[in-house]
């Protein structure tokens, strides 16, 4: 007798059980000597030792079929466990999944919606260190929030780690109420919006309780090495040339970095200047780094956003 417990982690679970588990009903006619048991993210599986192996090669088929092309038709799962190849073309499905980074809550499907964010993606896979620099609303934060969930299920990295300077844009911070954490948090609102999206409630909350994912402000990364992580520095602009050499020089020899910002939006004091001007002047011939830029194009917003950026861009 043996038991198992697989977790799907490369494709939204709803695709693999289908809409009210009819994939899974199928696969529990298959296999009706094994008691299995779907939770979330998690199938359990107990029986003979045979059987059960015989099991996760059939899952092992369906999650590859579904991690390449973002969905499993009722049909296709039917093939597959009367031992039947899948059809389709190759590559239609590498085409038609190639843009998938995660998949995440409520068969939410994160993808690289256009060619800048294909780019990020691209740029990910080929560089240990990226700078994504765009206006408001173009995708740098939330692509790069899911370019770090992907490595963290795909176990390339064993922890995320996302950061921001806690500078003022007009506000007080000594005025607002709460202690430390409660005066920061919403300075580091937008990564936990992007990991809400993509990480199951219970899950996200292990993995920031037990550190695999932190979010702190840029200060808290003074002194320390950061390795074996995808770390995110966001709103690079309004890091100082000091802090955003010291934040770049933190990285350990297996680490992805991203580095995100808006360089029409400065909230620094104006005899500071940005640390990510410099970095782009200084690195941009570094080999090893990449720049992104993104531009009105990628704006995924409302549809004024993008007039609005047009006007500003023109009173400049």
């Known amino acids: 007798m043996a038991e198992k417990i697989i977790e799907i982690n490369q494709v939204d679970p709803v695709q693999i059980y289908g809409v009210n588990d009819t994939n899974l009903e199928l696969i529990k006619k298959r296999f009706p000597k094994l008691k299995i048991v779907a ?10 030792d045979n059987e059960v192996n015989q099991f996760e090669m059939v899952l092992n088929l369906l999650l590859d079929k579904c991690s390449k092309s973002g969905t499993i038709s009722e049909s296709q799962v039917e093939q597959v466990l009367n031992g039947g190849a899948v059809t389709g073309s190759r590559a239609e499905e590498t085409e038609e999944g190639a843009d998938i980074i995660v998949f995440g809550n409520n068969g939410l499907v994160v993808k690289a919606r256009t060619p800048n964010q294909r780019r990020m993606l691209e740029s990910s896979q080929k560089n240990d260190m990226m700078f994504a620099i765009g206006p408001a609303g173009t995708g740098k934060t939330y692509t790069a929030v899911a370019l770090a969930v992907k490595a963290l299920r795909d176990r390339t990295v064993k922890k995320i780690i996302l950061t921001r300077p806690a500078v003022e844009a007009g506000e007080h911070l000594g005025f607002l109420p709460g202690d430390l954490k409660e005066k920061l948090d919403p300075y580091l609102q937008p990564l936990y919006d992007a990991l809400y999206d993509m990480i199951p409630p219970e899950k996200l909350k292990a993995h920031l309780e037990n550190y695999v994912i932190q979010i702190a402000p840029l200060a808290f990364m003074r002194g320390r090495t950061l390795d074996h992580a995808f770390v995110i520095l966001d709103e690079a602009q309004n890091a100082t040339e000091s802090q955003l050499k010291m934040f770049l020089t933190r990285m350990g020899s297996s680490a992805k970095f991203v580095v995100t910002g808006d360089v029409t939006q400065i909230d620094l004091p104006k005899h500071q200047p940005s ?20 531009d009105e194009s990628d704006v995924l917003r409302h549809k004024l956003v993008s007039k609005i950026l047009s006007v500003y861009d023109k009173e400049k």
């Open 39 to 48: 939770r979330g993210d998690r199938i359990k599986v107990t029986g003979d």
């Open 275 to 294: 640390g990510l001007m410099q970095a782009v002047r200084l690195l941009k011939d570094v080999e090893g780094i990449d720049f992104v830029y993104l």
